[in-house]
C-alpha cells in the first residue's frame, strides 16, 4: 500500500457518526506562475523551472484515472486557467480558455498542442478552483497528464484527490435515485476499493482505467447531489480487517447468496472472514435476481479455441466444483477431443461476455441441438456488497452502517487521518 495512512479513529460497524473533514486537496503545480499568453494562439512563450523529480506523479495522496488509452488524436479545451508543463524540462505555457487545441501524437514521443510541441509528456493544471478540461463531450476536473506511448499514439491520465474520485465512481456504479444509506454503503465501499488496488494498472502508466476492469468512473456531468453529498457524509470512511485495509468488492445481485471471494479468484481457504459471503434475502425483488442465456456450440467452441484450448468438437458441458452454501461455481468441466478439462467458471464467463452470462451461480446447463441453455442467478461475481441488496435493506429503513455490517460480517468502519 503506498501513500495512504490508517492512523484511525476506529468506528465499529454498529455505532459513530461520520467525521466530516475540509474535502481533500487538488494538485498543485510547485511551478512558478505561468507567462500569460496574449493571442489566441500566440507565439510560444516558457518559462524555464527545474523538472519535476517524478514526471508520473504529483503525489501520493492522487489517484490516476486512465481516461483516454492509445488514441493518437482528440480536441481539448479548457475552462478557466490552465497551463501546460512539459514534464522533461518543466517549462510552462499558459493556455487560452475556451479555445479548442487539436491534440497529437508526433513522430517518436513527441507531442504537439495546437502550436505547441512537448517531449514525451506534459501536464495540464489547473490555477485554480472551479476549472476543468473538455475532451470531446465529457469534462474533467483535476489536472490531465498526457503521455506519449512511442507507437504515434498517446494516454491521457485524470489526476484528482481521493475524494473526488468516489465523487466520480459512485453516480458512475450506482444509481443517484437509490435510496440514500444505499449510496453511503456504495461510497464507503468503493474507496476501500479503491485504497486496496492502487497502482492496479501502473505498468500502462496510472491506477484505475475507467471501467468496469477497475470501477467505472465518469466525468463530472453524471455527478449528481445525493452521490456527493453521499460521498461527504462518509468521509475517509474505509473497511478494514485484522488491521489491514478489506479488499472490498461489490456487485450487482448476488442471487440470493454472496460468494466467497475464494471460490471466483482463488483458493476457498483463503477468504478473510467478511469476504465468505453471507445468505441474503434482501436481493430477492431485483430484476436480475434470475436470468437464463443460450449459447450456440460453434460460439462455444471459438471462445475455448481463442483462450488456448486446441479443441475441434465440443461434446459436453457440466458444472464442476461449486460452494454449496452459496451455489456459485469455481470450475466448469468442458469435454473435449473425448477428454474432460476443468475450466475456471469466472474465465469461461468472461470469455462469453459476462452482460449476458450474467453470474457464475448456475442452477443448470441444458444441451440443444445445436448449442447449450443455462439457468442462473444473480448478476456479478457474487463477492461483498449485493447492491440490490443494499437497495432494499436501505427502503427498509437500515443505515449504511447496518449494511456494510451484514454484508462484510467482521469488517470494521474506520476513518483515515490524512
Known sequence: MRGFSLSVAVLTLAACAPQHRAPSSRPVSANPPPVRANAIFPTPQRTAVPAPARAGRVSDSIIQIGIVRQTNRI????????????????????????????????????????????????????????????????????????????????????????????????????????????????????????????????????????????????DIDRQKPSTDRAVRETQGQVLTWDGKMLRAFFHSCCGGHTCSVGTIWGSMAAAPKPLRGVADRYCAGSPEYQWSAYFTTDDIVAALQKHGFPLSKLQSLRVGQFDRSSGYMKTLNVKMNRKWVEIRANDFRNWMGNKDFKSTKVLRIVPKSNGYYFVGKGFGHGVGLCQWGARAMAEKGKDYKSILKFYFPGAKLETRDD
Open 75 to 218: 480536441t481539448l479545451r479548457t475552462e478557466g486557467r490552465f497551463s501546460a508543463v512539459d514534464q522533461k524540462n518543466g517549462e510552462t505555457i499558459e493556455l487560452q480558455p475556451s479555445v479548442d487545441y487539436l491534440l497529437l501524437a508526433g513522430p517518436g514521443r513527441g507531442l504537439s498542442l495546437g502550436p505547441y510541441q512537448f517531449e514525451r509528456q506534459f501536464r495540464l493544471i489547473s490555477a485554480g478552483p472551479g476549472g476543468f478540461v473538455r475532451l470531446g463531450p465529457k469534462r474533467y476536473r483535476g489536472s490531465l497528464l498526457v503521455r506519449a506511448a512511442g507507437d504515434a499514439t498517446f494516454t491521457i491520465v485524470n489526476e484528482v484527490g481521493l475524494e473526488e474520485y468516489i465523487e466520480g465512481v459512485l453516480p458512475a456504479e450506482m444509481s443517484p435515485e437509490w435510496p440514500f444509506e444505499a449510496l453511503k454503503a456504495q461510497a464507503v465501499v468503493a474507496r476501500t476499493f479503491a485504497l486496496a488496488n492502487l497502482d492496479k494498472f501502473r505498468a500502462q502508466g496510472f491506477d484505475f482505467s475507467d471501467d468496469n476492469r477497475s470501477q467505472a468512473y465518469g
